[in-house]
């Protein structure tokens, strides 16, 4: 007893201690904020008991919170299938509810028998818990079985309130249906764990497993199915089978806590697990996560050669001129399918115009303009090279040339962004100039009382944002480099950057502002974000643009 709550207590603390250095870590990495936060924090033991406590209340509060919402959806369902009606009376008051027995039951099967079911086919112990017999190399057999003995005992304890309470309101009585549950519980705990220990089924493949899960989870269905069919739910909750059920439990368990193939169970368990962990990480391995998707697929289509047309260049430069030369059939094929896009809208916009009589009489004022100019915003950001390049150039350069101290010197990163930014821009401007020519089109054909201040904002507000969408990936890289050497992203923040910006060029998709100001203050921002953001970038750049290792 006192092994498994000593297990039990530091694979909790060790978990929370995990969360908290890495919390701390993260805090650190900030500005400003990360200079004030000690390195002390990480050997406070006392902070880390504290918040083990703190955080151990407030999920127990939540989880039981959860648990009470899963009991009441799963009890209202219930009680609607077996009367196909929705009445407070029937939730309220057990005397009009004459099959409020069978809805527990009902209710006791969906939350007891078919997530057993699952985790008898599909349960291993997780990365976590691997991890931590692993690094205190503790005994396989006890961690494994007191951690998952007391994950029942904890989801055991959290459906007993939500239980007493519906047991009230149902009208079958609450310390009644608590025992019930107390004793299901335990009887399916103790028998699929022995089933599982009997029946071998990690060589069953996963279509398999499904079939046998859809099978287990049918046959409980018609057990409930059967017992309504012939009124057996007050036989089924009577003493004498909680009596017979009781005895079952004990006899198993008794069964369970003295089999002798403990540790050879236990060796499959984790067999399987590890195997599961492998497949996940040569899954995320093989997609080089999201981050950095498109460098990692543009390597496949790289074109060697090319050194002697940039004799005349040397260092970064020259690592830079050969990195654009060499995806340069790549890029231009993008720019290419891009043109065509455009084109194809162009060669719609003039066919609708010219064959179609409707259309062609429609006509589309300077108001209604100015609101799909914020849309612009992120149709200019889904098409645009700034991600793009900047992956291209951490997998296909950075992520090697990072590990030699020429390539950090201050005046090398700096030429390394110019050129790399000179480049987006020019890029993103062929897409700038597409749209420009759509849009001056739908001018031309429906446009009505179009002044000329409109196509001088229109040029403002395309310029603005084509600088600040070449601008900003590539300042947050530079400002943040948040990649490891293993192409991981090592720095949390640039996580948090990149969703807020897209979420924000996203919202700029759904406004419908009136008026000039709007679009002008967004042409305005995207300037002195790029006007502030470089001189950001030569002051702390040549510090920052480092692997985060």
């Known amino acids: ?62 989880q039981a919170g959860l648990k009470l919402i899963i009991v009441a959806i799963a009890y209202i369902l219930s ?35 078919l997530p057993r079911i699952m985790e008898l086919f599909y349960g291993s112990p997780d990365k976590k818990m691997l991890a931590y017999i692993s690094h205190f190399q503790l005994s396989y057999t006890k961690t494994v079985r007191s951690l998952s003995i007391f994950k029942e005992i904890k989801t055991l304890f959290l459906y007993v309130l939500p239980v007493l309470l519906f047991g009230w309101i149902s009208g079958v009585g609450a310390f009644k249906l608590a025992l019930v549950y107390i004793l299901m519980r335990l009887f399916c705990f103790v028998s699929f764990e022995m089933l599982g220990r009997k029946v071998d089924v990690e060589p069953i493949k996963e279509p398999l497993k499904g079939i046998l899960w859809a099978i287990f989870s049918l046959l409980a269905i018609a057990i409930v199915v059967v017992m309504y069919r012939f009124d057996l739910a007050n036989v089924a909750i009577s003493l004498p089978v909680m009596l017979v059920l009781a005895v079952l439990t004990i006899l198993l368990g008794f069964l369970f806590f003295t089999y002798k193939s403990e540790s050879r169970y236990i060796e499959r368990l984790i067999t399987v697990g590890n195997v599961r962990l492998e497949k996940t990480a040569a899954a995320v391995g093989n997609s080089q996560n999201k981050y950095l998707a498109e460098g990692v697929a543009m390597q496949k289509h790289i074109s060697l050669g090319g050194e002697r047309k940039f004799d005349h260049l040397k260092g970064s430069s020259l690592l830079n001129a050969l990195l654009f030369y060499r995806y340069k059939k790549t890029l231009n094929k993008s720019i290419k399918i891009r043109l065509g896009a455009f084109a194809l809208a162009l060669f719609i916009c003039a066919a609708l115009n010219y064959f179609v009589p409707n259309v062609g009489a429609y ?158 203050g967004i042409s305005i921002v995207s300037l002195l974000y790029v006007g502030i953001g470089s001189i950001v970038i030569k002051n702390r750049a040549p510090k920052t643009f480092r692997f985060k290792d």
């Open 363 to 520: 006509t589309v004022s300077e108001s209604k303009f100015l609101k799909l100019l914020p849309g612009v915003v992120f149709l200019l950001y889904l098409i645009g090279y700034g991600k793009k390049i900047v992956q291209m150039c951490f997998v296909n350069c950075d992520v090697a040339m990072l590990h030699y101290p020429f390539y950090r010197e201050s005046k090398t990163i700096l030429s390394g962004f110019d050129q790399r930014f000179k480049k987006i821009f020019s890029l993103n401007t062929i897409n700038a100039l597409c749209v420009f020519a759509l849009l001056l089109t739908i001018c031309l054909f429906w446009g009505e009382g179009i002044s000329m201040n409109f196509y001088v904002v229109m040029i403002l507000f395309l310029v603005a944002v084509t600088l600040l969408l070449s601008f900003h990936e590539l300042f947050i890289y530079y400002l943040l480099q948040p990649f490891a050497s293993n192409m991981a992203v090592a720095n949390p923040l640039y996580k948090i950057i990149t969703f807020v910006f897209y979420l924000l060029c996203y919202a700029t998709a759904q406004l419908h502002i009136k008026g000039y100001w709007f679009v002008l």
């Open 79 to 113: 009680v609607c299938i077996i009367h196909q009606n929705l009445s407070f009376e029937l939730f309220v008051n057990g005397s009009t509810a004459p099959d409020a027995v069978m809805a527990v039951i009902m209710l006791i099967v969906a939350m007891v028998l």
């Open 1 to 62: 007893m006192n092994n498994f709550v000593k297990i039990n207590w530091f694979y909790t603390l060790t978990a929370i201690t995990e969360t908290l250095n890495g919390f701390f870590y993260f805090l650190r990495k900030l500005p400003v904020i990360g200079t004030k936060i000690p390195t002390s924090l990480y050997k406070s033991k006392d902070i880390k008991l504290a918040f083990m406590i703190f955080v151990g209340i407030g999920k127990f509060v939540m």
